[in-house]
Nanobody
Framework: QVQLVESGGGLVQAGGSLRLSCSAS????????IGWFRRAPGKEREFVGA????????YYVDPVKGRFTISRDNAKNTVYLQMNSLKPEDTAVYYC??????????????????WGQGTQVTVSS
């Protein structure tokens, strides 16, 4: 059974930071890029960023560039989403997913075959 588990969400004031983690079993994790998406209240799920399986390449949506950083520790089978300078508009449920279709589908949820359960991030103004 493939499982991705997110953790690290919470309530933070605007300007603050949070670090989300996405953990999985070695079979789930190895050799796959991992993406982060989020779903704000009343909105569709949107791409936040992704990291290649080696960790050498990262991709971000424009609104989070310079504020969010994705990294991975393959020895721990974990991907991290470091979020700094958080804004109220970052409030959402954040999901990690396993990308199985390659870089052309990093931004497209159809390129992901497994997802975590999500973790809530709330940024107060």
């Amino acid at each position: 059974q493939v499982q991705l588990v997110e953790s690290g969400g919470g309530l933070v004031q605007a300007g603050g930071s949070l670090r989300l983690s996405c953990s999985a079993s070695p079979r789930t994790f190895s050799n796959y890029a991992i993406g982060w998406f989020r779903r704000a209240p009343g909105k569709e799920r949107e791409f936040v960023g992704a990291i290649s399986w080696s960790g050498d390449s990262t991709y971000y949506v424009d609104p989070v560039k310079g504020r969010f950083t994705i990294s991975r520790d393959n020895a721990k089978n974990t991907v991290y989403l470091q979020m700094n300078s958080l804004k109220p508009e970052d409030t959402a449920v954040y999901y990690c997913g396993r990308n199985y279709r390659g870089p052309a589908y990093y931004r497209d949820s159809r390129g992901y075959d497994y997802w975590g359960q999500g973790t809530q991030v709330t940024v107060s103004s």
